[in-house]
């Protein structure tokens, strides 16, 4: 019986022809992510956040919950894991996928988390009539865990959110169960920096808040991220600043209010914070004789973030000792003591 085989021309025909059609299906739909990524470049940053959560089976929600004075409230959340509930509480400017990189560690340990993104951030609604006061987000905390059936839970917040997450303790103590706070702003200290930049519309401004959130100075944006994070904040940062206009005003300070906290507290820091020092955790730390206080020496305002593989089996420790000593300081990646 007689066969045939392909020549070598041949072969290389039929190569070149896969390759022409793979190149007239795929090069379009290359360059059309390519152009939305240059043209919203942050929506990308929060989709792959978003894809990276879902794969490891933690579920993007949405329920409505009651702000006084203004009605219910839609808000956005992650849900994944099983065991103690933890409620995670974002920074000003931030939102539930900043914590990115610290939930997966959480989860794989048997906690059962949640992080919200407060009313007016993230993909929560943005209610025009909120005051964005630290009092009404702590509220909003609360509200949020009557809503998902939390009875008694752990509670963690990072800058601006552990203010609301210490306020929501003080509130009612006895429903919390641990409490976790990263390099957070409450008590009174002299400000160095300009509150505008919370809202930057010029490079330079953009630049010298990035230089104050990372521990030795950021590396410029590039021009087509700027331009996304200024329209961005265009529209949406009148909810920045309503929130810094209210902190500023001083009546939501927890000086003098945190020896109500009784229960296990940890306070974690970015020993380069150049945002709020590490004196701010030292002062909380104080307050709270049965506080725990590590600060992380290479680590900056970000640190859930960009110093999350080191944070997070400490958080995890803290939340599973069974009881834990307070008055414990360590500062860790350095020799000191």
Known sequence: ???????????????????????????????????????????????????????????????????????DVRVHYYEGGSGMPLVLVHGLGGRADDWVNLIPQLVRDHHHV???????YGRSEWPGNAKYSIAEEAGDVQA??????????????????GWVAMQAAVNEPQRIRRLVIFDSAGLTFGLTWDPSLFVPNTPE???????????HGAPPVPKFVQRAIFQFEKKHGWVVQRNMDSMLMGDDLLDNKLGALKMPMLIIWGKQDHLIPVSEGEA?????????????????HLLPEMCAKQVGPVVNGFLDEASPIGGRKAVIGSKAK
């Open 1 to 71: 019986m007689a066969t045939t085989t392909a020549t070598p021309r041949s072969r290389r025909y039929k190569t070149l022809r896969i390759l022409r059609w793979i190149l007239i299906i795929f090069f379009p739909l290359l360059v059309v992510v390519v152009a939305f990524a240059l043209l919203r470049p942050l929506d990308v940053l929060w989709m792959a956040a978003e894809a990276r959560l879902v794969l490891q089976g933690i579920q993007s929600r949405t329920t409505k919950i009651p702000v006084p004075g203004v009605g």
């Open 114 to 120: 949640y992080a919200l993104d407060l009313p007016g």
């Open 144 to 161: 949020f865990m009557n809503k998902m059936g939390l009875q008694q839970t752990d509670l963690a917040g990072w800058s601006m959110g």
């Open 205 to 215: 401004k953009l630049q010298t808040l990035d230089d104050l959130l990372m521990p």
């Open 284 to 300: 909380i730390h104080h307050a709270v004789p049965q506080s725990e206080l590590q600060v992380f020496d290479g680590c900056g």
